[in-house]
């Protein structure tokens, strides 16, 4: 069984600053697909960014870019110039390409507060 | 992007009575919807894979007679949750993925929050 690993249950950076979320899972799996979730206030679960496992170039959206490590079953998101718009709970979640429906795995969470 | 539209968004009910959430794709076809329950501050928690014209999938630990799905066409699946108790107090969510949207694209609905009485 697949299991992704937030071990940052909150976090607080100020407007402006670049802030990193960490996450680790566990795998036999070696096609797999990892992702990172944004749920705000609203609860309205947002997609922030989307890795490929067989791609080694880290994935990039704006502000937002990952460190995916495979070898160490790493993926951390780094957010640059952060906003207060940022302020919310972080989900990194795992997704296997070849088993059955695909189901996502969720990690714990990360709750990211930008202050002014 | 591919719209999910959750209803209702919040309910109230009283103990006993039985609840209904619809799950709507509302542009593009889902073969498979998620459905999730997540208590205050935690994570999502995967209750059920529901695929369209078959019986869903239950995980570990999920009463399937009091959590009741229903993936009748390619873009409406329902969840009943069946005789409610103040213990399925929670906030349920569903998820499609798209069919022609490429691997891994899962979108979400907005959510209900179930309080039961």
Known sequence: ?116 | GAVVSQHPSWVICKSGTSVKIECRSLDFQATTMFWYRQFPKQSLMLMATSNEGSKATYEQGVEKDKFLINHASLTLSTLTVTSAHPEDSSFYICSARATDRGVGEAFFGQGTRLTVV
């Open chain 1, 1 to 116: 069984a697949q299991t992704v690993t937030q071990s940052q249950p909150e976090m607080s950076v100020q407007e402006a600053e670049t802030v990193t979320l960490s996450c680790t899972y566990d795998t036999s799996e070696n096609n797999y697909y990892l992702f990172w979730y944004k749920q705000p206030p609203s609860r309205q679960m947002i997609l922030v960014i989307r890795q490929e496992a067989y791609k080694q170039q880290n994935a990039t959206e704006n502000r937002f870019s990952v460190n995916f490590q495979k070898a160490a079953k790493s993926f951390s998101l780094k957010i640059s110039d952060s906003q207060l718009g940022d302020t919310a709970m972080y989900f990194c979640a795992f997704m296997p390409l070849f088993q059955g429906a695909q189901k996502l795995v969720f990690g714990q969470g990360t709750r990211l507060t930008i202050n002014p």
